[in-house]
């Protein structure tokens, strides 16, 4: 695959990547849609995006937003956010997402669009 989502829990990203490394393409890109942060058998704290791009060696990007499944699913207006610094990845994420029910914008934003989707959770 040319782009990865990585759309479950956050819980499962270290175990998915190390399943998946040996089939990942060096040219691939990674986009998370899961929300919350990884936390280290060391305690330490680090963005899921950061996790998934150092253990697979490719850039990852972000969407996040305000949105509940079941209303996404319904067909209802929602809005979300594309964190990514390359532009061109993030037009072709939002090309093959955006709807008209479902709107996209892309910031380069990356760490403060997931740490704002992770926290979206929590408070």
């Given at each position: 695959a040319?782009?990865?989502?990585?759309?479950?829990?956050?819980?499962?990203v270290?175990r998915?990547?190390h399943?998946?490394?040996?089939?990942?393409?060096?040219?691939?890109?990674?986009?998370?849609?899961s929300?919350?942060?990884?936390?280290s058998?060391?305690k330490?704290?680090?963005?899921?995006?950061t996790?998934?791009?150092?253990?697979?060696?490719?850039?990852?990007y972000?969407?996040?937003g305000?949105?509940?499944?079941?209303?996404?699913?319904?067909?209802?207006?929602?809005?979300?956010?594309?964190?990514?610094?390359?532009?061109?990845?993030?037009?072709?994420v939002?090309?093959?997402?955006?709807?008209?029910?479902?709107?996209?914008?892309?910031?380069?934003?990356?760490?403060?669009?997931e740490?704002?989707?992770?926290?979206?959770?929590?408070?």
């Open positions: 040319d782009i990865l989502l990585f759309i479950l829990p956050h819980q499962f270290e998915t990547c399943a998946i490394k040996s089939h990942v393409k060096k040219t691939a890109f990674a986009v998370s849609f929300k919350g942060f990884y936390v058998k060391d330490s704290v680090d963005l899921l995006s996790v998934i791009s150092r253990l697979l060696e490719i850039p990852c972000v969407l996040m305000a949105n509940i499944a079941s209303e996404v699913a319904a067909g209802k207006f929602c809005e979300a956010t594309i964190g990514s610094r390359n532009y061109e990845h993030g037009q072709l939002k090309g093959l997402i955006q709807t008209d029910e479902f709107r996209l914008v892309i910031k380069p934003d990356t760490e403060v669009i740490v704002l989707g992770a926290l979206k959770n929590i408070v």
